[in-house]
Structure formats: structure tokens, C-alpha cells
T-cell receptor, first 112, second 113 residues
Framework: DAKTTQPNSMESNEEEPVHLPCNHS???????IHWYRQLPSQGPEYVIH???SNVNNRMASLAIAEDRKSSTLILHRATLRDAAVYYC?????????????FGKGTRLSVIA | NAGVTQTPKFRILKIGQSMTLQCTQD?????MYWYRQDPGMGLKLIYY???????DKGEVPNGYNVSRSTTEDFPLRLELAAPSQTSVYFC????????????FGSGTRLTVV
């Protein structure tokens, strides 16, 4: 399976935009990029996913590089509630329904 | 809408004891999963199920057993608890398909002493 690389931790000021990077240089042409986040003392929750085009939803935006070797999760205005561990995960639809594999993710701290 | 419900939330076991972690979902999801998360680490898959009567091993199945007799329930059984099984256990469910997001429960924090 193609792997992802994320910084261990990042810090942001409240109400500022946050750009969380993910490198996936060995991504295959059919891999989708999924993001989950895990708030303190909770289970992970789905954030967003995409293939090639940038994607937006109520939680975040996903910007995907043209060569697809990297992507960025964008939180437009960080709040204290966005402090969490963010996981970038590749999923290949051709691999069937193989369960999600979580790495260590990026721990985002938000400063008031 | 309850989503995925896990019980108990906390438990302390003595070495060698057994217990069952309960997981129930009310979203009619076909797929269910058990993960464990050690401190400071990502989640590791223990077992998963693609439907009633069907289960499969994940990355770390040793010391655990599962069953899936109904769509709603996916209990995880620990036999002969060991300190290495001290962890937070998360149950999740999803519809089939790679694009389906997982819904996770709030976890069971288990300590084996």
C-alpha cells in the first residue's frame, strides 16, 4: 500500500487558517486521499476525501497537487475545537473494501 | 440517532481475566471494525466484519475473538487478559465502498493489571 508522510505536530492561532500537509509520493493512479481527525478522548471522524480535484465541505477543504504526490487539508478558520490529530490515508477502490490503515497523523494545537 | 455505541467506557481487568467489549450500531451499516490505540500511536486493526456471519483478522488479532450474529452487533472478546492489551479500543462501522466514511464509537479504555 502507498504510504503517507505527515508532520508529527503543528500549531496554529485561533481564527487563522491552517494548512496541514501530507506527502504521498508513491500514490497510485487509483488511490483516493482521505482525511480523518481524532478529537481528544474520542474516536476518529471522517473529514473529507478526494481524487484529483480540490474538494470542499462544511468542515474543510482538500487541495491536491497536480502530480498528486502531495495534498493539503485546509481549515479556513481554526477554532479551539479543531485541536485534534489529523490522519491522511490513501484508499484504493481496486483493493476492494480493505479497512482503513491509520498512521500517527499530525497533532494540531490551536492557541487562543 | 445513536450511531456507534460502545460499552463499557472504562474497565480494569486482572491478568488472566476475560471480558467482552460490546459494540452496537443503528445505521444499518454492513461493515464493522475493531481497532486498538496505544498511547501516542495510531489505530491498529484487530478484526473486521463485512456482514453477519463473516469476520476477518486485521493486523493485531492475537488474544482476541469476535463474532457477528446480527448486522447491529459486533462484540470483541478478550480471553486471558494480558498487560499488553492495555489500550483504548474503538469500534467503527461503514457502508461498503471505499468512499464511505467510517463512524467510530467513543471507545473503551481498558487497563490490565
Amino acid at each position: 500500500d502507498a504510504k503517507t508522510t505527515q508532520p508529527n505536530s503543528m500549531e496554529s492561532n485561533e481564527e487563522e487558517p491552517v494548512h496541514l500537509p501530507c506527502n504521498h509520493s508513491t500514490i497510485s493512479g487509483t488511490d483516493y486521499i482521505h482525511w480523518y481527525r481524532q478529537l481528544p478522548s474520542q474516536g476518529p471522524e471522517y473529514v473529507i476525501h478526494g481524487l484529483t480535484s480540490n474538494v470542499n465541505n462544511r468542515m474543510a477543504s482538500l487541495a491536491i497537487a497536480e502530480d498528486r504526490k502531495s495534498s493539503t487539508l485546509i481549515l479556513h478558520r481554526a477554532t479551539l475545537r479543531d485541536a485534534a490529530v489529523y490522519y491522511c490515508i490513501l484508499r484504493d477502490p481496486l483493493s476492494g473494501n480493505t479497512p482503513l490503515v491509520f498512521g500517527k497523523g499530525t497533532r494540531l494545537s490551536v492557541i487562543a | 440517532n445513536a450511531g456507534v455505541t460502545q460499552t463499557p467506557k472504562f474497565r480494569i481487568l486482572k491478568i488472566g481475566q476475560s471480558m467482552t467489549l460490546q459494540c452496537t450500531q443503528d445505521m444499518n451499516h454492513n461493515y464493522m471494525y475493531w481497532y486498538r490505540q496505544d498511547p501516542g500511536m495510531g489505530l491498529k486493526l484487530i478484526y473486521y466484519s463485512v456482514g453477519a456471519g463473516i469476520t476477518d483478522k486485521g493486523e493485531v488479532p492475537n488474544g482476541y475473538n469476535v463474532s457477528r450474529s446480527t448486522t447491529e452487533d459486533f462484540p470483541l472478546r478478550l480471553e486471558l487478559a494480558a498487560p499488553s492489551q492495555t489500550s483504548v479500543y474503538f469500534c467503527a462501522s461503514s457502508y461498503p465502498g471505499f468512499a464511505s466514511g467510517y463512524t467510530f464509537g467513543s471507545g473503551t479504555r481498558l487497563t490490565v493489571v
